[in-house]
């Protein structure tokens, strides 16, 4: 079964740190596409930081500098790294895979991704 799990969600002060993980059931796809989005009651699912095969990581301007997205394939296990959280950054979080290599426009848009975990809560209080 193809399955992705996060882990790692919680509450935090603003300017504190969490790390997310995402613990897939098959091998990390070397020559695919993986990504973090995050989601507001009402809002659309925003991607935040992706990774694809060949190329450097795609950050939203709302993360970049900030956020950091990693793999470690012997793990099958994608991260993010957020640093210096604000209290907008609050959101369910979900990782996303898709075998393909996902041409710039769909890096971070949900429409590329064909598998998703279930979501982890990430609160940041001011």
């Known amino acids: 079964q193809v399955q992705l799990v996060e882990s790692g969600g919680g509450s935090v002060q603003a300017g504190g740190s969490l790390r997310l993980s995402c613990s897939a059931s098959?091998?990390?796809?070397?020559?695919?596409?993986m990504a973090w989005f995050r989601q507001v009651p009402g809002h659309q699912r925003e991607g935040i930081a992706a990774l694809s095969s060949g190329s450097t990581p795609r950050y939203d301007d709302s993360v970049k500098g900030r956020f950091t997205i990693s793999q470690d394939n012997a793990k099958n296990t994608l991260y993010l790294q957020m640093n210096t959280l604000r209290p907008e950054d609050t959101a369910i979080y979900y990782c996303a895979a898709d075998p393909g290599i996902l041409p710039d426009p769909l890096l971070l848009h949900f429409r590329g991704y064909n598998v998703w975990g279930q979501g982890t809560q990430v609160t940041v209080s001011s």
């Open positions: 098959f091998p990390i796809p070397t020559s695919g596409s």
